[in-house]
């Protein structure tokens, strides 16, 4: 069952009150209450909608939060103000406005709270922050199958064999005073009746960003802009497409004090690090598994790919010095041998006949490519084939055991946006 085939069902005869209903194990196709997932209700035909609070800039350009300094922003929506446009088309700039002023009353209707805001560089965009409250995260989390913490780790692991090597690589790895090891969780599907049970030391910071981002564009994805009947037409995708939002992004943490997104920059992303190993555990946290795991692929590739770069150039040294000696290129260039073997013109009417020996230097050269280890190299890369897809497998085994993906669903995440 699709996300569309959920949404379309008929929500407008449902009750108002949002009830607390109690749940078990969640089956990945179950059909959830209008009673327990705030998306089925939308605003009647006809009815008063409520728009968004309206507020001044606070001149903090580098604030993550709505102007109280306490909610956090989630997500951006920006659009152009229809009554600031000229009268061209004055019916289709009403249509927008109307459907706009609908979606963002579906969002509150929703529990989620908004806050608008005038560009300060350009008086027709506004700027419409977007938060989500605890009650609305736990809800889709509940959703959505997260899975968090329910306490910590106290299995002992076993020493590895290899830790001996640690200090000679530890300096291709990230600062480890700067970016420090995860701490690692026994976990499990959220549930809200079960609220108690999960290792939450502080609500703020219980929800990743990205978990909150993709709550949020989840929840967006899905908010209704004009109902006609029995017709339902919702998400912010279309409404981008119409030119109802001009864009809908989240937030990602400004650089000017040590976060999570300035220690990635200056130990993974900045230039000086190019040489170090990516800090898998912090991007996973701060961008979501599938960047993560996006990530982990590239630098596995990349170090199988310098392995088979050194063994690629110990090819072409091999070529470089044997291009004297190779017998290809010596016999070519004897004038007992390829000074007498006359060649046929390459042309019909003005190529002379030629002799094979005039083509020495270039034999040489050709040598440099195309000798015995060319063929060394290839029998090596139908091994390095077989072989990185199934240390990539094993690899990506234990980074789904450490990420707690291995019964990962590919239709539970969409795409981060």
């Known amino acids: 069952m699709s996300d569309n085939d959920i949404f379309e069902m008929d929500s407008l005869a449902g009750t108002e009150e949002i009830q607390d209903t109690e749940l078990g194990m969640i089956d990945e196709d179950v059909v959830y209450p209008e009673e327990f997932l705030p998306t089925y209700h939308s605003i009647k035909e006809g009815a008063k909608v409520v728009k968004a609070q309206l507020v001044e800039y606070n001149d903090k350009p580098d604030s993550l939060f709505f102007n109280d300094g306490e909610r956090r922003i989630d997500f951006i929506l920006v659009y152009e103000d229809e009554d600031k446009k000229e009268f061209e088309k004055r019916h289709t700039f009403q249509r927008r406005k109307r459907r706009r002023e609908y979606f963002e009353a ?14 300060v560089t350009n008086d027709k965009l506004m700027f419409v922050k977007v938060h ?32 001996f090597l640690s200090y000679i690589t530890k300096p291709f790895y990230p600062n480890e005073n700067l970016i420090k090891k995860e701490a690692e969780y026994f976990t499990a599907p959220f549930e809200k009746d079960r609220l108690e049970y999960f290792h939450i030391r502080d609500k703020d910071m219980f929800f990743t960003p990205a978990m909150r981002s993709r709550m949020a564009y989840y929840i967006l994805s899905r908010a209704p802009y004009e109902i006609r009947g029995s017709i339902k037409k919702f998400g912010i995708t279309k409404l981008l497409d119409s030119g109802v939002y001009k864009a809908a992004y989240p937030l990602h943490d400004n650089r000017t004090v040590p976060n999570e997104r300035f220690l990635l920059y200056q130990e993974w992303a900045h230039p000086k690090s ?15 598994e599938k960047i993560g795991i996006y990530f982990a692929w590239l630098g596995f590739y990349t170090i199988m790919l310098a392995l088979a770069a050194v063994v690629g150039l110990g090819c072409f040294i091999y070529g470089y010095k044997t291009q004297e000696t190779s017998t290809w290129s010596k016999e070519v260039c004897d004038p007992e041998i390829g000074g007498k073997i006359v060649m046929c013109p390459q042309c019909d009417r003005e190529c002379k006949y030629w002799r094979l020996n005039s083509t020495c230097e270039a034999s040489k050269k050709l040598c440099i490519f195309d000798n015995f280890g060319t063929l060394v190299f290839a029998v090596f890369m139908a091994i390095w084939v077989t072989l990185f897809l199934e240390f990539w497998k094993r690899y990506q085994a234990e980074l789904e055991y450490e990420w707690d993906t291995v019964e990962f669903l590919e239709q539970e995440e969409p795409p981060r946006p």
């Open 106 to 119: 579906s969002l509150m209707k929703m529990g989620m709270e908004l806050e608008a805001t005038q560009s």
């Open 132 to 163: 989500m409250p605890w009650d609305v995260l736990c809800t889709y989390a509940e959703v959505l199958h997260i899975k968090l913490p329910i306490q910590p780790n106290d299995l002992s692991s076993r020493p590895s064999p290899w830790r």
């Open 274 to 288: 190019f040489y170090k190993m990516q800090p898998l555990d912090l991007i996973r946290k701060y961008y979501g």
